[in-house]
């Protein structure tokens, strides 16, 4: 059968190992299986909204409420903005399809990080659009910006702070560069992390309001599925002037949120004391693996999210490493697939972390 041609040139989104694959495959208890590698919240979903989904269950044959009124107000007051300018999707990644899908076709350009979040080349190749990177890794604003007004752009990723590497721009910086950027260019600014950023670094705070209204061709994205810990329910959100926002209305197919999604992400920015909790939690815990790293003599990227990346350096392989804890029940992230010799690893809880620190090495000794 034949389909579109763009699609030859487009890969598949390799998510994380799921749990079930371990138990499976390598016959690990489910109970021992630690899951370090997509970046979920380690403590939980926060009790409230636990309590909330268990009133709705007996309401799942009911449509959800397609205009999302409640939950757009409770992002619109949280941020200080209408809810005009404000849109819901499954996950933050369906926003990133509606802002490729809206401004680009065969033929567009795309700039973005060499390293960076892979959902945004895949969703630029869907549509035929030329896709433009840095030479640096982590987001060098001088490149870009030579990039710019070398090739020009339909759209502008910048993902702060930047997965899967975790380095952040400060705000400043960000603005000084969409100072040069042409108003037909969408800029996108990739929050999924800025709960985190901004807790470690008050610089790299990105407000919301303050950005669409000094650059009205840029949109703000969020999540629900890492510092509110709702990655199971896939809910995020854009933010941005209602010129853009009513254009990706019409790339929206209905309900394409659940009623038990929209009624847990309304409990959960209920819960703000849950969130910095977990946060200043996983803060603490960093600091393990960035004195892990440097007792061992490897290199590690200082981190503005709920993850670090350690590289191995000529050391060890890291595909090798990642498959090894994978057998014994650590899921992480291989880089490789990104042109990194380096593992992802979330910032579990302080017992998981622990164990990870004596698997890996158990793992390395062994490949010495």
Excluded: W
Excluded at 55 to 66: K, S, T
Excluded at 85 to 90: A, L
Excluded at 214 to 235: C, D, E, Q, W
């Amino acid at each position: 059968m034949q389909f579109n041609q763009v699609l030859d040139n487009v890969t598949t989104y390799e998510a994380g190992k799921p749990i079930e694959l371990v138990v499976r495959e390598f016959g690990v208890n489910p109970n021992d299986v630690i899951k370090l590698a997509s970046n979920e919240n380690p403590y939980g979903t926060s009790p409230k909204v636990v309590e909330k989904i268990k009133g709705l269950v007996q309401n799942m044959f009911i449509y959800p409420d397609d205009s999302m009124y409640e939950l757009k107000e409770a992002l619109a007051n949280k941020f200080d903005v209408t809810s005009k300018h404000v849109i819901i999707g499954s996950g933050s990644d369906q926003i990133l399809e509606y802002c490729v899908h809206a401004k680009c076709e065969k033929g567009s350009k795309i700039l973005m990080a060499k390293t960076t979040f892979a959902m945004y080349e895949i969703y630029g190749k869907q549509t035929g659009a030329k896709i433009i990177k840095t030479e640096d890794d982590q987001h060098n604003l001088e490149q870009f910006s030579e990039l710019y007004k070398k090739h020009g752009a339909d759209v502008i990723f910048l993902c702060l702070p930047n997965n899967p590497l975790g380095e952040c721009l400060d705000k400043d910086d960000v603005y000084a560069f969409l100072e040069t950027v042409d108003k037909e260019t969408l800029v996108v600014v990739d929050g999924a992390y800025q709960e985190y950023a901004a807790f470690k670094d008050e610089k790299k705070r990105i407000v919301p309001k303050d950005l669409i209204a000094n650059f009205p061709n840029a949109i703000y994205l969020g999540t629900f599925s890492k510092a509110y810990a709702l990655g199971g329910m896939r809910v995020g959100y854009g933010i941005a002037q209602p010129e853009i926002i009513n254009a990706f209305y019409k790339l929206r197919a209905p309900f394409n949120i659940t009623t038990l999604t929209l009624a847990a992400a309304i409990e959960a920015l209920k819960d703000e004391e849950f969130v910095t909790s977990c946060i200043a939690k996983n803060f603490e815990e960093m600091t393990r693996y960035e004195e892990y790293a440097k007792e061992r003599g490897f290199e590690y990227i200082p981190s503005y999210t709920n993850f670090i990346t350690i590289k191995f350096g000529d050391k060890f392989v890291s595909k090798v490493v990642a498959q090894k804890l994978l057998e014994r029940g650590v899921i992480v992230r291989d880089l490789t697939g990104y042109g990194q010799n380096a593992i992802r690893i979330t910032i579990g809880r302080n017992e998981q972390n622990t164990k990870v620190f004596e698997q890996l090495d158990e793992v390395l000794e062994k490949l010495k």
